[in-house]
């Protein structure tokens, strides 16, 4: 076995079951290297460290193992759930991962004497009748309004619904029948809510013949008026189903997906069918493709077991969507159909259908409106990655223009670490600072950071960038300076190197460092500032830049201010450069903006006493404080 690792490690490996499982490797601080599954763990773990794997991806992970954890379950199915539940949480680095999402939209039937309509995004629950998920807020924003036009139920709030003395704007253009003021009966209007659910479900024959029935009951009475209005409801609900394209009466809840891969990039394109009507696509791209796809290819190369010359000709195309469907399915309800462009593992399927409780069925070759649908979604697909690909280049060259600028070093540009700062109060108070981080050519959200500043003059702008800059780098400049103690002499550079990634270099140098570029949002002053502290902490003054608004703040006029002795430099309002340093900039301010809007946001909802009051609505609250303003 291996020489690199541990005597523990390989006895670990030596002694493990020819059971299904699933596997973990860590290094040495601790990070989860790649997490995978195995129809028999013994010979799939061993083989990572019986084989020479030479300079590959594969064997510069396998150099940094330096522990192991593996979990004996019962089926290859178990082991497949297990392990992408594992990649989902633990995010590893050598594994296609996709972004773990907000929770998809749904449409809400709330529960009422006059149900309404409405936009949710959260967990469901057996209260209100819920119908989705949909791909996009705007999916189920148009559904609210093909529903407020076929079947007229409200969507205002209950509050507002429950104070109405007259008939809103929506009642007068007939989207809304108007039961807040009584012009309709509850069992009207629980019909028209049932039509609704119907159509929802897909079950729209029912509806219309529902509809048909009425539309007779009323004629026969010689309510040609009432007649007249379900008359128009058929007519819409028709023209809906001609808009849809709705050819399959079996095919109510379908997600379509297709897989492109181009440039080392890849985009899965899900587009939702739910209740026969095709409610739009939503894009994925998925990180780590290169990595885990030699990774892939290395546990075939190495896995000489039964069935391993199949598995050996997936492509990367089938590796992502095979990802794509173990991970996104966890937290989403399947629908009984999907419709794929790659033909994918029929254990995968049957492992999805097990954590659903459902039958999944999965179609490789659809026909007819299946077919069209897969040809929009495969289009989709291109388009997207086409201006992923397109957006990306565009931003390395931004990236690389700004590092020629400033002169700084450009060997590893997809490294390249900006860190912006910005400074924001209300009139002088509770002033906050905020933190931008920009690195692999795009924003990184997660990264970003807002600081509340507490014991300065209100409104010193300089002592707030001191204080932030103290708390964003003090530790990190100590533990920076603590490792360089703990080298060996000599040349720290190349004798050194080793010592960085080994257990003895402390855990936050290991988890943090210092960015290639540090952007102040201000000129002079603010600069003076940030050099003061970076020459207290013992930190290159080259890293930091100013930016300074030009004449009469007019956008494209910016000049970068140094805090090392250097001239200003202006960019020019065409540069590259300055279009990267801007929308760094202008980020930092967003991201500041909405922290203080949140701030004020709950000062004003804690601000009253009165809500803490049980027994006191909205209306009662409003009338005590009228009250008291007149005493005052």
Same mark, same amino acid.
Request: glycine letters at 10%; proline letters at 3%.
């Given at each position: 076995m291996s020489d690199v690792h541990s005597d523990q490690l390989l006895s670990e490996v030596a002694a493990l079951p020819q059971l299904p499982g699933v596997y973990r490797y860590f290094d040495a601080g601790g990070a989860v290297l790649y997490v995978g599954k195995a129809r028999n763990l013994k010979k799939r773990v061993a083989n990572y460290?019986?084989?020479?794997?030479?300079?590959?991806?594969?064997?510069? /992970?396998?150099?940094?193992?330096?522990? /192991?954890?593996?979990t004996v379950v019962r089926s290859e199915a178990e082991a497949l759930l297990?392990?992408?539940?594992?990649?989902?949480?633990?995010?590893?680095?050598?594994?296609?991962?996709?972004?773990?999402?907000?929770?998809?939209?749904?449409l809400k039937i709330a529960s009422h004497q006059f149900p309404r309509l409405a936009y949710y995004r959260g967990a469901v629950d057996k209260k209100h009748r819920y119908f989705g998920p949909y791909p996009s807020a705007w999916a189920v924003k148009e559904s609210i309004q093909l529903l407020q036009k076929v079947f007229k139920l409200r969507t205002c709030e209950d509050t507002v619904y429950a104070n109405r003395t007259r008939p809103c704007l929506?009642?007068?253009?007939?989207?809304?029948?108007?039961?807040?003021?009584?012009?309709?009966?509850?069992?009207?209007?629980?019909?028209?809510?049932?039509?609704?659910?119907?159509?929802l479900r897909g079950d729209t024959q029912l509806v219309l013949s529902k509809l048909e029935q009425r539309m007779s009951s009323h004629a026969e009475k010689l309510e040609f008026e009432q007649a007249a209005e379900l008359r128009n409801q058929m007519s819409a609900i028709s023209r809906v189903l001609h808009q849809q394209s709705i050819e399959i009466a079996s095919d109510k809840d379908v997600d379509i997906l297709a897989v492109k891969v181009q440039g080392g990039k890849a985009c899965v394109n899900l587009a939702m069918?739910?209740?026969?009507?095709?409610?739009?696509?939503?894009?994925?791209?998925?990180?780590?493709?290169?990595?885990?796809?030699?990774?892939?290819?290395?546990?075939?190369?190495?896995?000489d077991g039964e069935g391993a010359p199949a598995a050996a000709t997936d492509s990367v195309e089938v590796q992502v969507l095979e990802a794509f469907i173990a991970q996104h399915y966890i937290d989403v309800p399947v629908p009984a159909t999907l419709v794929l462009s790659e033909t994918v593992g029929r254990e995968l399927i049957e492992a999805v259908s097990l954590q659903s409780g459902t039958r999944v069925t999965a179609v490789f070759q659809p026909r007819e409106q299946r077919r069209h649908w897969l040809e929009m979604a495969e289009k989709n697909a291109s388009l997207q990655l086409a201006r992923l690909l397109a957006e990306e280049g565009s931003q390395q060259a931004r990236t690389r223009a700004l590092a020629d600028a400033l002169e700084l070093a450009s060997d590893d540009l997809d490294n390249f670490r900006v860190e912006c700062f910005d400074i924001s109060h209300t009139a002088g108070e509770a002033t906050q600072a905020s933190c931008v981080v920009f690195?692999?050519?795009? /924003?990184?959200?997660?990264?970003?950071?807002?600081y509340n500043i507490d014991g300065i003059t209100p409104g010193d702008d300089y002592a707030a960038m001191r204080q932030v800059l103290h708390?964003?780098?003090?530790?990190?400049?100590?533990? /920076?300076?603590?490792?360089?103690?703990?080298?060996?002499?000599?040349?720290?550079?190349?004798?050194?190197?080793?010592?960085?990634?080994g257990a003895a270099a402390p855990a936050r140098a290991r988890g943090a460092r210092m960015p290639e570029l540090v952007l102040v949002d201000g000129g002079k002053g603010q600069v003076s500032m940030a050099r003061e502290v970076f020459s207290e902490l013992g930190l290159p003054l080259s890293l930091?830049?100013?930016?300074e608004k030009g004449e009469g703040r007019k956008?494209?006029?910016?000049?970068?201010?140094?805090?090392?002795?250097?001239?200003?430099?202006?960019?020019?309002?065409?540069s590259a450069a300055l279009m990267l340093v801007a929308q760094i900039r202008d980020e930092a301010h967003r991201f500041a903006i909405t922290g203080m809007r949140a701030k004020r946001a709950k000062v004003r909802v804690g601000g009253s006493q009165l809500e803490d009051i049980p027994g006191i609505g909205p209306k009662r609250r409003a009338r005590l404080l009228q009250l008291s303003l007149i005493h005052i």
């Open positions: 460290f019986q084989k020479s794997h030479g300079g590959t991806r594969i064997g510069h /992970m396998i150099s940094k193992i330096a522990r /192991m954890e593996t297990l392990e992408n539940n594992l990649i989902k949480t633990l995010k590893p680095r050598y594994n296609i991962l996709f972004r773990d999402d907000k929770s998809y939209p749904y929506l009642y007068q253009i007939k989207r809304c029948t108007g039961p807040c003021v009584g012009h309709i009966s509850t069992e009207a209007y629980a019909q028209d809510v049932a039509s609704a659910e119907a159509f069918v739910r209740g026969g009507r095709h409610l739009g696509d939503r894009a994925y791209f998925p990180v780590h493709v290169e990595d885990a796809s030699q990774m892939h290819h290395g546990e075939l190369d190495n896995d690195e692999h050519h795009a /924003m990184q959200n997660k990264e970003y950071r807002r708390r964003r780098y003090g530790k990190l400049a100590e533990a /920076m300076a603590a490792e360089t103690e703990a080298l060996p002499p000599g040349d720290a550079e190349s004798e050194g190197a080793e010592g960085v990634e930091i830049v100013g930016v956008v494209g006029l910016e000049e970068l201010v140094f805090a090392d002795g250097r001239e200003k430099v202006y960019l020019g309002k065409d």
